[in-house]
């Protein structure tokens, strides 16, 4: 059985959306899709309020109630029987987020157990056949076949398959 | 530069030793080496008493304060040096110990950054050149070389080069 590794944020969990929320609860200011073409949050609010940005992302409970990527339950619950499926988090840069990212998994991905969990500092350590996941930089290490998933802030990065949401995942993976 | 993924509990911290003395000021009950060779601590308690020692080891900031086993400090820093090093832990079971991990690393290995630390369900998914691990099972997928740390539960396993204590890592490896 294949195995593959599945990023969580941006990939099937939407910080950047409650990010975008509390930013405009703060600063009354939102970003239009064309703002965003490209970069990431933090490249398009002034330089001065990136670490807001980092603040927002290190508070507790802040990954605990994620917005879940359409169809990524469904597909997911799919992918993990005919993979040996793993989710993996470089998630050590926001250690608050350790407890919510395992609790959210656990009450939105029931299907998974904690065996299939992975929560690190960088991913040069994993190795499975298959790894989708949002950030190029990601795959560095990666010795299997990766897959982009598709996000604003990656659109300019070529030489990856690219997986544009779940139902495609499906199509490709399924 | 070779990569190296160390284990944590009883290879670097020592979670026995804090759960043989809980278990004493709860139960008035010690162990011996005698009784502990070849065995873990659940493998001699009473039955009904197993799920006790799962209790303390998922009780919030039981992982925050582990003593060190002996030189680990001194070893690793210079590790560290030589080898793309990362310290990896099959943690999931024990959701509370996630957050602990992290500032105990913070706090007794300063030189290691988060980016070196990996808090797993299962370490299948790891990849290293060297693993050093107390745990047999650890190395069931592992395509590197593995070293067993010795330990009192697994005297009796054979077929893997043996770290003794991290006097003998550093003979070994530095």
Redesign the interface.
């Known amino acids: 059985m294949l195995?593959i590794?599945i990023d969580m944020d941006e990939t099937i969990a939407d910080p950047i959306k409650k990010a975008r929320e509390w930013y405009f609860r703060d600063y009354g200011r939102t970003f239009t899709p064309e703002e965003l073409h490209g970069k990431t949050l933090s490249d398009v609010v002034p330089p001065e309020h990136r670490d807001k940005i980092k603040e927002y992302l290190n508070t507790p409970g802040f990954f605990r109630d994620l917005e879940i990527f359409p169809n990524a339950q469904e597909v997911l619950k799919e992918l993990n029987k005919k993979y040996?499926l793993?989710i993996?988090s470089a998630a050590?840069?926001f250690?608050?987020s350790?407890?919510d990212k395992?609790?959210w998994l656990q009450e939105f991905f029931p299907f998974l157990?904690?065996?299939?969990?992975?929560?690190?500092?960088?991913k040069?350590?994993?190795?499975?056949d298959i790894m989708i996941d949002d950030l190029e930089r990601n795959f560095a290490n990666f010795?299997g076949k990766p897959y982009l998933y598709h996000g604003h802030h990656n659109v300019h990065v070529t030489g990856y398959e690219r997986i544009l949401n779940w139902e495609d995942a499906a199509k490709k993976l399924l």
Chains 1, 2 share one sequence.
């Open positions: 195995s590794a040996k793993y993996v050590m840069e250690p608050a350790l407890r395992f609790d157990s904690w065996r299939q969990y992975c929560l690190c500092g960088d040069s350590i994993v190795q499975a010795k």
